[in-house]
């Protein structure tokens, strides 16, 4: 029995401009883009042209909006002669994972979304590539219905998988998929490229990331732990001598309510 769905979510390809010099000589240029399980393949662009125009829609069902719409954008070497890459299509950049719950119902977004790619020196910007989304929810109750759920199923939290679980998972789907055979055919750098199957390979630069925002919730604590220290030092002697007199009062009017307390029993 087949789930029923929350909206329509359609997606416009309209063009990508390449910034970068180096793919001035590549061949011709195209989108992919995922939605769930369903993939989509622009035609290619003219030959060595760095500003292809596409102009392609494409809709998809909705049937939970904590998804995520994913397009990149390639050199394909299937046409034409063999690329400095052998034969294997030569990635330009990723717009980075669209989520549906971020989209105002009714509104069309359109925007040149920065394509980027991970590099060993950082993250790159190769160009940008202009979409127009479009999000319509055709039932609001089951949408809120759906948002009242959790989002994994319970097993997911009894028995979660772990990360080699899911990397085989991951590929046992691609390769079922076949997307290979299809036409135009979608290679297989392209589907793990797009797919993230390398996400929980360790990164510099994730771990970077992950310090400096453990830095930024700790630093009250920091902070805190910092302005006693400049009290134990006398760095500021007003501020020090408030605080001991603070401390003052604060015992007195302990050590006063303690002998009261005695008084009475």
């Known amino acids: 029995m087949e789930a029923t769905s929350i909206g329509l979510l359609e997606l416009g390809v309209l063009n990508a401009c390449c910034s970068n010099p180096s793919h ?8 992919v883009a995922k939605y769930g399980h369903k993939w989509v393949r622009t035609r290619t662009g003219l030959v060595d042209n760095l ?13 939970d909006p904590s998804t995520v719409l994913t397009v990149a954008v390639f050199d394909n070497f299937l046409i034409g002669e063999k690329g400095t890459n052998g034969n294997k299509d030569l990635k330009i950049g990723k717009v980075c994972s669209i989520r549906i719950s971020t989209l105002e119902m009714g ?7 920065p394509l980027l790619v991970l590099h060993p020196t950082g993250v790159k910007k190769m160009g940008e590539l202009h979409l127009a989304i479009h999000f319509t929810c055709v039932s609001f109750v089951n949408m809120m219905y759906l ?9 997911h939290y009894v028995r979660p998988f772990s990360v080699i679980q899911q990397d085989m998972l991951r590929h046992q789907a ?3 998929m076949r997307l290979g055979r299809a036409e135009p055919p979608l290679r297989k750098e392209v589907v793990e490229y797009v797919s993230d199957v390398d996400l929980h390979l360790w990164s510099m630069r994730r771990s970077k990331a992950n310090f400096f925002r453990l830095m930024t919730v700790f630093s009250g604590l920091f902070a805190a732990g ?4 400049d009290i134990c030092m006398w ?14 009062v604060a015992v007195d009017v302990k050590a006063n309510y303690l002998g009261s307390d005695k008084m009475l029993k």
């Open 24 to 31: 001035q000589n590549t061949r011709r240029k195209g989108c």
């Open 51 to 63: 500003c292809p125009k596409y102009n392609e829609q494409y809709t998809w069902k909705v049937f």
């Open 107 to 113: 509104r069309v977004y359109t925007h040149s979304y």
């Open 147 to 155: 948002y009242s759920k959790p989002l994994l199923p319970k097993m």
């Open 174 to 176: 691609v390769a079922a």
């Open 226 to 229: 910092k302005w006693f220290g």
């Open 235 to 248: 760095k500021n002697p007003i501020t020090t001598v408030f605080v001991h007199q603070s401390k003052y």
